[in-house]
């Protein structure tokens, strides 16, 4: 087994949190993306879309979606639970990480590609509409401020996946002035209690 990821890209960090949360350990090898590694033949053989992170199985299977590999890792070992337990802690955590990757993975994300230099000439950028996910981003770490003031965690009173990505897309927001502000009480408090978790250095 071994993960094809990048260290500076967010969602094989989402990933390698998710194994540092859980205690395990996978042999990694690093695709780089900003010398379009992950465009050479050899990489797209095991993934035609090109992204990253991408697990290689022992039997020669590849997991090429970043919650895909996680729930891998969850069924094969449940301790922490990281996707909730029981129906309805379940669909909670299901709920509030699907919001999480759609109103705030994807804003910050959609920013960077369509704004940042990294991109320029490698993907069709169109910087208005990078504005416009940055608002949107914007306006959704407003929102998080107001679902936190009643919890300590993102899905209730347990940490799991679904703060796992929203700290790290917040982290990575940084890079186009994506930030959390004084106002914003309740998200401080709540990044600073996941950014202390060893696992946030993976
Ligand atoms: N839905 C995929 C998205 C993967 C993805 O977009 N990965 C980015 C890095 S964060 C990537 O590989 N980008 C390279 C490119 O698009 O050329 C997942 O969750 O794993």
Known sequence: MRLYEYTMAPNPRRVRVFLSEKG????????????AENREPEFLAKNPLGT???????????????MSICRYF??????????GTGARERALVDMWHRRMEIEVFLPIAGCFRNTHDFFKGR????????EVCKQTANKRLAWLDDVLADREFIAGD?????????????????ITDIRIQPEQKNLARWHQAVSNRPSARA
């Open 158 to 174: 347990r940490y799991t996946i679904a703060d796992i990505t929203p700290m790290v897309a917040i982290d990575f927001g940084r």
């Open 24 to 35: 395990i350990q996978v042999p990694t090898v690093q695709v780089d993306i900003a010398k």
């Open 74 to 83: 969850e069924e094969l070992q449940p301790d922490p639970p990281l996707f």
């Open 123 to 130: 993907l069709p950028q169109v910087p208005e509409y990078g």
């Open 52 to 66: 990253l992170p991408v697990l290689e199985l022992d039997d020669g299977t590849y997991l090429a979606e970043s």
